[in-house]
């Protein structure tokens, strides 16, 4: 006897996204990485633009986010991912190109690339996700790390004296002419996740209708390597991030992106 | 098509253009420079891209990108922006992608200076980067065969998904001779593996990361094979004055030049002088030298560094037949007279030794090394 299931329940309402593909991530447990790719995925879905779309994966924890977008995706050296996205959105115009960097890649050792990626105004699509430190070598101080945070290479906290202050990367480069779309959102809660997703749509939009370079920051969890459970490292998102980080629109295009939702 | 009077440094660039190259990324550095602001003129003209990136260290990373994407795409630069590239030529040699590189090199180590050098052989033959992996690298002697190579580099590149670099000095770059360029080439369709976003097929994927030790070694045997094949198929020479030669000179690019001038002169002198130009430095002539070091008293390599190639020539004669070194360093051109000294000396130390000798080191292998006050 097969088991009717009741005709409301055959509407699916959440779908796993057709853009990532059913390999499990290798992130840890409580980790936000896996959100921001599921909302970067959901946009791509629901903008329909899966096989037009060409990802560029990072050095650090999002290496192997090529295994987890079933896009076509380059996988570039640490920092690299902007010069390397330049390369493929030169050479397909007509295509949807992002990178996905950590902030050790993108703020660190890959200043230069995303800073000039900027001042071309290269129609490209950046995810900068944010955790204050770098996690897939263990935990060592990035430009991002707030002051007073312990990390394996500042042990005794960050001290500004030495290793100066974080740097705020969405603020710098909304100050460049060639940026359209500068954002910051965070991934703590549900609320913010969801305006993440928008500012994740809204930069792709941006890319679509060729206004120039599109980033959003998000500010991201790293439990394991901040040594906390995953709903303190949360909390310490909110409560120690944020206030260093604030959330909001950096820059956005003059006219608003015809089709993102408000 | 008509010869014309052609610099260098365009030349190349023109060249890749009629090659069917797409997008160009580089970098300003002399003696290059020509190169970058040609391309910057006449890619735009065509519809193509040009990119004048923040750093070197960019523009490989945006051919890799390029490249990846299937385009025909190539930098240009000079000695200390390529050392700056090494990393992006691994990442593009551990995921094969095709593209072209021209170094035209200029006297070092550091800043140095801008005048013509040969002291890149050993980063370009040898990888460069970290790996293990190989480029193939043509060396031009003429505005003609600046031309030529590049042509032959992009087919290369393409045809073993490798990198392949014309490796040129300060003096090729900036001579101007009368050479033809070739008629426009058609533009290349996309190789299947390439990105350019996944309709209507499987997702791509281009990548240099094995995580796995055995499959990156399983990696690394495919390159070696691939290796392989290039160096029994793709071999290039050069041999002037080599048939009935007792001492012959091993050089490339404008050493080789020079080197010519010289055994003209030494020829009328009465001595049977050779020269052996190798035009591929990888893959080498091996066989090509091994078989003339059976049939020469002696050997003399000739190069614009303080010995780099010498030690691939030592390490292929195998002290069969004695090889001197002479070279001039910091962007010195060697003059013709210089050589045939070397040449005569080497013809003497070699007609002394008798019968190829086992003289691998020491005695008349001893390096007649020119050290320059």
């Not at chain 1, 995925?41 to 290496?63: H, K, L």
């Not at chain 2, 000294?341 to 080191?361: K, L, Q, V, W």
Request: hydrophobic letters at 45%; aromatic letters at 6%.
């Amino acid at each position: 006897m097969t088991i009717q299931a009741p005709e409301p329940l055959l509407t699916p309402v959440y779908q796993y996204p057709e853009s990532l593909t059913h390999v499990p991530t290798h992130y840890c447990p409580g980790c936000t990485h896996g959100i921001a790719h599921r909302l970067i995925a959901e946009v791509i879905d629901e903008m329909g633009v899966r096989q037009d779309t060409i990802g560029v994966a990072s050095v650090g924890c999002s290496v192997f986010s090529y295994r987890y977008f079933a896009t076509d995706f380059a996988q570039a050296a640490h920092g690299r991912a902007p010069a390397m996205a330049t390369g493929v959105k030169r050479a397909n115009p007509d295509k949807l190109v992002f990178t996905y960097q950590g902030d050790g890649d993108l703020a660190s050792i890959g200043a230069a690339e995303i800073l000039h990626a900027a001042v071309r105004g290269e129609n490209i699509t950046v995810f900068f996700v944010n955790n204050a430190i770098y996690g897939m070598t263990g935990g060592q101080m990035a430009p991002t790390t707030l002051e007073g945070q312990k990390t394996t290479s500042s042990p005794a906290g960050r001290d500004a004296a030495t290793t100066g202050a974080p740097l705020r990367m969405s603020e710098l480069l909304a100050q460049v002419d060639g940026a359209a779309y500068v954002v910051r959102r965070s991934l703590h809660d549900v609320v913010q996740i969801r305006r993440a997703k928008k500012a994740i749509r809204r930069a792709l939009e941006v890319q679509r209708q060729g206004l120039g370079f599109a980033m959003v920051e998000l500010l991201s969890s790293c439990p394991t390597n901040w040594g906390l459970a995953p709903d303190a490292a949360l909390a310490f998102i909110r409560d120690e991030m944020v206030p260093v980080f604030p959330l909001g629109d950096l820059k956005v295009p003059d006219e608003p992106a015809a089709g993102a939702p408000a | 098509m008509s010869v014309e009077l052609l610099k260098g440094n365009v030349a190349f660039a023109e060249a890749a253009v009629r090659a069917g190259c797409e997008a160009y990324f580089g970098y300003p550095i002399t003696p290059q420079t020509e190169a970058l602001e040609h391309m910057a003129k006449r890619m735009p003209e065509l519809g193509r891209v040009f990119v004048q990136a923040e750093s070197e260290v960019a523009a490989i990373n945006m051919v890799y990108g390029a490249a990846a994407a299937g385009m025909r795409t190539m930098t240009s630069s000079s000695s200390p922006g390529v050392s700056l590239m090494m990393e992006g030529l691994s990442y593009m040699a551990g995921s094969e992608v095709p593209a072209v590189l021209v170094d035209v090199m200029r006297g070092g180590p550091g800043l140095g200076n801008i005048a013509p050098a040969q002291s890149d052989y050993l980063q370009m033959v040898k990888g460069g980067g970290h790996g293990d992996y190989k480029m193939i690298v043509l060396a031009p002697a003429t505005v003609q065969e600046m031309i030529d190579l590049t042509l032959l580099a992009f087919d290369l590149a393409d045809r073993y998904r490798i990198v392949s670099v014309l490796l040129a000095d300060g003096s090729m770059g900036q001579m101007m001779e009368g050479a033809e360029l070739p008629p426009m080439k058609p533009l290349a369709e996309r190789p299947a593996w390439a990105l350019t976003g996944a309709r209507d097929r499987d997702t791509n994927l281009v990548s240099s990361i094995h995580l796995d030790p055995e499959e990156e070694e399983t990696f690394n045997l495919h390159l070696q094979a691939k290796y392989a094949e290039i160096e029994a198929n793709e071999v290039r020479f050069e041999e002037h004055l080599l048939d009935d030669a007792r001492v012959a000179v091993v050089a490339f690019g404008t050493a080789a030049r020079v080197a010519k001038t010289a055994i003209a002169g030494l020829r009328a002198e009465g001595v049977a002088a050779g020269l052996l130009r190798p035009i591929t430095l990888w893959p080498y002539p091996e066989a090509a030298l091994r078989d003339l070091a059976a049939r020469v008293d002696a050997l003399l390599v000739v190069e614009m560094n303080a010995g780099q190639m010498v030690e691939d020539v030592r390490r292929i004669v195998e002290g069969r037949v004695p090889v001197r070194f002479y070279g001039r360093t910091g962007g010195v051109m060697p003059m013709p007279e210089e050589i045939a000294d070397a040449i005569r000396e080497t013809a003497s130390a070699g007609a002394a030794s008798g019968a190829p000798a086992d003289t691998a080191a020491g005695g008349s292998d001893a390096p007649a090394q020119e050290v320059p006050a």
